[in-house]
């Protein structure tokens, strides 16, 4: 990770991470957490050292997506991140307490990403996945302005609405200069149970991912489709990639694009 103006010691938890690449999206609600669980859960089965900082703030879901009730515990002045699934986890939720209220202002954001990079102890990570806050906010200005970020992937679905947000969070990583490594688009389409192989509804249209990558020259990483397994393995924390299989295969292949 490069070390932007923050102080040695503010860093210390994240020094020897390698890369910390973030997951973000345009709005709420078209998968970006469960694509950062899947991301980095697969990373792990192709063999790296792998951890998540759950830094959406708003909706903290990733401990429930990877099946953490515990809370972490401290050492030596530095909290140790909780693992699951050989992937080290540390979120917003945990710090606050389940079903805790608070209000994420700008200050309060900025003191708890201090934490999470000063305090907890990562170690030596070949990748920490960030799941930002969605869309373009207070929360996420200050999380990408105050994380070190080698890269961004963006996450939207193939519908107008969604791909229009996301233009605005691509012109925010561009910006703050931050490389985008490119589109992943979620719920592409659902196949039709019991049917052939191109027997496809395009529930939320088509096409969006490619014009977004398209128009701003960037890659898309993946189509991931409605699949009901993926939303269980959310739902019950056991996430589809810490099985490798046909549907969780389009995990492990943005995984190895990731890696490349
Ligand atoms: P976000 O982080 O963008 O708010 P989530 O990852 O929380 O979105 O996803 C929203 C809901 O949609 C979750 O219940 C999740 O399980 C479900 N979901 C996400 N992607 C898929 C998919 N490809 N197929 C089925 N359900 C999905």
Known sequence: AKLFGQAPSEMEGIKKVKRVIAVASGKGGVGKSTV?????????????????????????????MMGIK???????????????YGVKVMSTATLAGEGVPIVWRGPLVNKAIKEFLGKVKWDDLDFLIVDLPPGTGDATITVTKSIPLDGVIV?????????????????LFKTEEIPILGIVENMSYLKMPGGSEDDILDIFGSGGGEKLAKAFQIPLLAKIPIDPQIRIGGDSGEPI????????????????????
């Open 70 to 84: 515990d809370r972490p515990l401290g050492s030596k002045g530095m909290l140790l991140p909780l693992e699951k």
């Open 36 to 64: 950062s669980v899947n991301l980095a859960v697969a990373l792990k089965g192709l063999g790296k050292n792998t951890g998540i900082l759950d830094a959406d703030f708003h909706g903290p879901d990733i401990p429930i």
């Open 155 to 171: 996450v939207t679905t193939p519908q107008k609405v969604a791909v229009s947000d996301v233009r605005r969070a691509i012109g």
């Open 241 to 260: 990639s810490a099985k490798r299989d046909e549907t969780s295969e389009v995990f492990f292949t943005l995984a190895q694009k990731v890696i490349e």
